[in-house]
């Protein structure tokens, strides 16, 4: 079978469904699995050619992939700018309190309205961003505590994260064999980390961005500028 961005993810979905995870994890969503659906049409719409810039996140947020499908998927920006809506379905076991509810969801992921939102004042039309760029997750899951806190990956407990990281380094390095990029930029301190160590030895420039959520205080005082900043720091010009 040819490599392509939908084989990659289905590698990736499948492998990272058999891990398990222990407290304080209570619950694991895996939306390239329920939300297939809007994730295939995000690669197939966005995800041909090759690109010369990739941006990797870290893992989906419960507001924003895990509802949608799409890396940083506000509903809102997905639905509207991407032009991407599709049926998601259910986790096999869900959390009470942080329910999938698709794109009927309400809540908005402040992350991606920001990154989409950017990226949509730059470029104005998504074929014009897409041209150059393209956006994953490192991880495909979402870790919830029994309360319903977010967990991310960096913190998990233990030798819990060596399957998951041997994982997902394997399908980013397949991703950026496939999609031949310049740059390859973490978006955040530790997607940063992994793109170091899953490309180490491929030529291609690594480097690193501000994420754009509102725990971080940095993001906050104007992200669009400050990410726009921290690219030409890194040789891309916009």
């Known amino acids: 079978m040819t490599e392509n961005l939908a084989q990659i993810a289905v590698d ?3 492998q990272a469904d058999v ?57 809102e920006m997905v639905r509207e700018w991407l032009s991407i809506e599709a049926q998601v379905d259910s986790p096999p076991v869900s959390h009470p309190r942080r329910p999938v509810e698709g ?10 309205r920001r990154l989409w ?3 949509r004042s730059r470029f104005g039309e998504p074929e014009n961003f897409f041209r150059r760029f393209f956006v994953a997750n490192y991880c495909p899951l979402c870790f919830l505590e029994e309360s319903g806190r977010n967990r991310t990956p960096d913190k998990l407990p233990g030798r819990e994260p060596e399957a998951l990281l041997a994982v997902c380094d394997r399908a980013l390095y397949r991703t950026v064999l496939l999609k031949r990029p310049r740059y390859v930029i973490g978006i955040g301190k530790f997607a940063a980390e992994r793109v170091s160590s899953a490309l180490a030895g491929l030529s291609v420039s690594t480097g690193r961005v501000t994420h754009p959520s509102p725990a971080n205080p940095r993001a906050n005082r104007g992200w669009a500028t400050l990410v726009e900043k921290e690219l030409a720091e890194l040789g891309i010009a916009l």
């Not at 398990?20 to 966005?46: C, D, E, I, Q, T």
């Not at 794109?103 to 991606?112: A, M, N, P, T």
């Open 19 to 75: 891990l398990s995870f222990g407290a304080p994890v209570s619950h694991v969503y895996n939306p390239l699995m329920y939300a297939w659906k809007p994730h295939v049409l995000y690669l197939n719409r966005f995800g041909t050619g090759s690109k010369e810039i990739i941006l990797v996140g870290m893992n989906p947020g419960p507001w924003g992939m895990a509802q949608t499908g799409v890396p940083f998927g506000d509903i």
């Open 117 to 119: 939102g950017w990226a």
């Open 103 to 112: 794109f009927h969801c309400r809540r908005r992921e402040v992350s991606g």
């Open 12 to 14: 990736l979905a499948r």
